[in-house]
């Protein structure tokens, strides 16, 4: 691992500014305490490096390709490159985090993971990889994201995992974390929480951008000059956190984060946090997020179940406060829009998070000269109903 | 004014009972009502819970009792409305429990100067981890009068616990096992040894036992080891149910100070 750290990543205490920390009940404490004392030095040793490179490339498929997309290109009058996650076995960059985290847990010696997710690719991810390693692996998924999510559930029990209904509030990503943060309340001492996004207490936020950071680097290695714009679609921030990783002391390079805003960040039905939020905590940090002047935290809206949370990691709350990063949104519609023109353009199907990257496209002042990476997070199998009732209305 | 805590626990040194139940539930303005039924049923002390949206140390009673009360429309502004006048009626330790997010919204100073002014004796802040708290937010606690009540676990270094005894906390929420409210009940050998290493550490400061304790059998267990204990969950299922408010609440504190 790199010896210089950003200003911009996480101090000692996991504060990114004013922001992060570790805001969780005693209950928790032993865990956290556990793994912020052990996970850095399990990572840099020799035998998790060797195990987790030999999979990103043999079992993942990595590097990801980065591709030049002449007919985007072409449309938006700039150098647009698209890093490929979606290609990544399992159908996106949530595969990146869950195999270094189970390879964690495995160290720790836990012998049961548990994840929590909203559109059903963490879970696939984290299934997938306990399916690997023989652990038994408890999802949690919120009710409502059970029922608009079947393929990748009937995948997560396919792969042998047991998937838990959250059904408190909307029953979407934040109540399956507070279950998933329950569970482990109960169960200290065998259980290993696989964090899909880099949200939480600290050392979360910080190890999980870490273990997405391979995005970036590769991004590094396979240009020969720096871009001029990254741009990812921030729910959480995890496939942000990875693009933007390598390039946050490059200051020359723009790094656009794209919130969902659902039917519009004015309305009340949006997940655009960072637009709409105010200082606050939630699942153990401290971020910017949605909620009511009595601080209950409001239930985020989206189209996109992954972006589909009413937080935001640490990190970004921080970049974006210290103007580092340049934060837009996306509605509905617009990504729904993005999704049909890449499709159309180049063959490739986004996921609906993805496409809010894409939405990005028009709103930047591109010049010709200028280079733009947009990281697809996601394959868009998992979206074609919605793609399916956007084809017929 | 000494703070009722501390006073309560010079003066009453074991079977300290202490009754949870969440603000604006079952009804939104039966708050104040069930304080002075309790005092009147003879709990020792009350602990109010602040409603939140994302409970995360809570179990299913307390969580759908939350979901409730904030339906029915609590904040806490209107919370310290309700308990405006509590002292011309209530003279028990009163303290408030929740989530930091609500309270940090409201403002950490304005919540203490109103817990002040209402006559609140402590508060407790399960997500607010006690580094945060010496840093940030003692000061102000200690201005308003107000002890801030940490919580210990099974987990919870000796070393730690030593370090909290020094300071003034007005009692220690021992944590009987590891697990969210009201999700075990009954008292194991395991936590049996548990409650008698706490017993042996002989703290300067008051303890308490909560989490799992739901009638007299766990109560009256959990007070060989520690000066009271707290229970929450249980007394929440005694209210939610309907009939008259002032009868089950009377029955509860019965049911539970069953002499041994």
């Known amino acids: ?393 | 004014m000494d703070n009722r805590i501390d006073v309560l626990f010079r003066e009453k040194k074991e079977n300290v009972l202490t009754i949870y139940f969440p603000a604006g539930f079952p009804e939104l303005n039966d708050t104040l009502s069930i304080l002075v039924e309790l005092e009147k049923a003879g709990a020792d002390v009350v602990e109010i819970g602040i409603p939140f949206s994302d409970p995360l140390a809570d179990g299913e009673t307390i969580e759908m009792a939350s979901q409730k009360a904030l339906q029915n429309g609590i904040s806490l502004k209107l919370l310290f409305e309700q308990l405006k006048e509590m002292r011309k009626y209530v003279s028990i330790p009163v303290l408030l429990m929740g989530y930091l997010n609500p309270v940090y919204r409201y403002g950490i100073e304005q919540f203490c100067v109103d817990c002040k002014a209402v006559g609140i004796d402590g508060v407790i802040l399960p997500d607010l981890p006690m580094r945060e708290y010496r840093k940030n937010y003692q000061t102000i606690f200690h201005k308003n009068g107000l002890k801030n009540v940490p919580l210990i676990t099974p987990q919870t270094p000796v070393e730690r616990i030593e370090e909290l005894d020094k300071e003034e906390h007005g009692f220690i929420y021992v944590v009987a096992s590891s697990a969210t409210t009201g999700a075990k009940s009954g008292i194991s050998k395991e936590q049996e040894d548990y409650f008698a290493r706490i017993k042996a550490l002989q703290l300067k400061t008051p303890t308490q036992i909560g989490f799992g304790i739901a009638d007299s059998a766990s109560f009256n267990k959990a007070c060989e080891f520690t000066s009271g204990a707290i229970i929450g969950s249980a007394f929440v299922k005694a209210i939610q149910n309907g009939g008259e408010l002032a009868v089950n609440v009377k029955n509860f504190v019965e049911f539970v100070k069953v002499i041994k």
């Not at chain 1, 805001?23 to 556990?34: A, R």
């Open chain 1, 1 to 393: 691992m790199d010896k210089h750290r950003s200003k911009y990543l996480a101090n000692e205490d996991g504060y990114y500014g004013d922001f992060g920390g570790a805001f969780i009940p005693e209950l928790l404490q032993h865990n956290i305490d556990e793994l912020k004392a052990n996970w850095e030095q399990i990572i840099e040793s020799d035998s998790f490096q060797k195990e987790y490179v030999k999979l990103l490339k043999d079992y993942v498929g990595r590097p990801s390709p980065l591709y030049f997309s002449q007919r985007l290109s072409d449309k938006y009058n700039a150098q647009i490159y698209l890093k490929r996650e979606d290609l990544n076995h399992t159908g996106s960059h949530k595969v990146n985090n869950t195999i270094g985290q189970v390879l964690i847990a495995k160290q720790l010696g836990k012998s049961r993971i548990i994840a929590e997710t909203g559109a059903g690719q963490h879970g696939v991810a984290t299934a997938t990889i306990c399916a690997l390693m023989g652990l038994e692996c408890v999802v949690y998924m919120g009710a409502t994201d059970i029922a608009r999510q079947a393929p990748n559930v009937a995948r997560m029990k396919m792969l042998g995992a047991e998937v838990r209904a959250a059904e408190s509030g909307n029953k979407t990503l934040k109540d399956a974390t507070n279950e998933a943060i329950r569970d482990w309340i109960n169960h200290p001492t065998d259980t290993f929480y696989v964090i899909g996004s880099v949200v939480g207490p600290h050392p979360y936020p910080d190890m999980v951008a870490q273990l997405q950071s391979v995005i970036s680097k590769e991004i590094k290695e396979q240009m020969s000059q720096l871009p001029n714009y990254v741009v990812a679609c921030v729910g959480g921030g995890s496939n942000a956190a990875g693009a933007f990783y390598h390039f946050l002391d490059n200051e020359e390079v723009e790094l656009v984060a794209v919130e969902a805003a659902g039917m519009g960040v004015e309305t009340a039905e949006t997940a655009a946090s960072i637009a709409q939020g105010n200082v606050g905590f939630i699942h153990g940090s401290k971020t910017l997020l949605m909620q009511d002047e009595d601080g209950q935290i409001t239930e985020p809206y989206s189209i996109s179940a992954g972006l589909d949370y009413p937080g935001i990691g640490p990190l970004h709350a921080n970049l974006y406060t210290q103007k580092r990063a340049t934060v837009m949104n996306a509605t509905d519609e617009e990504a729904l829009q993005a999704a049909f023109e890449l499709t159309q353009l180049e063959g490739i199907i986004p996921a609906l998070e993805s496409a809010h990257a894409l939405a990005a496209l028009p709103k930047l002042a591109l010049k010709p000269t200028d280079v733009v990476v947009v990281n697809l997070s996601g394959r868009g199998d998992k979206d074609m109903e919605t793609y399916i009732a956007k084809m017929n209305s």
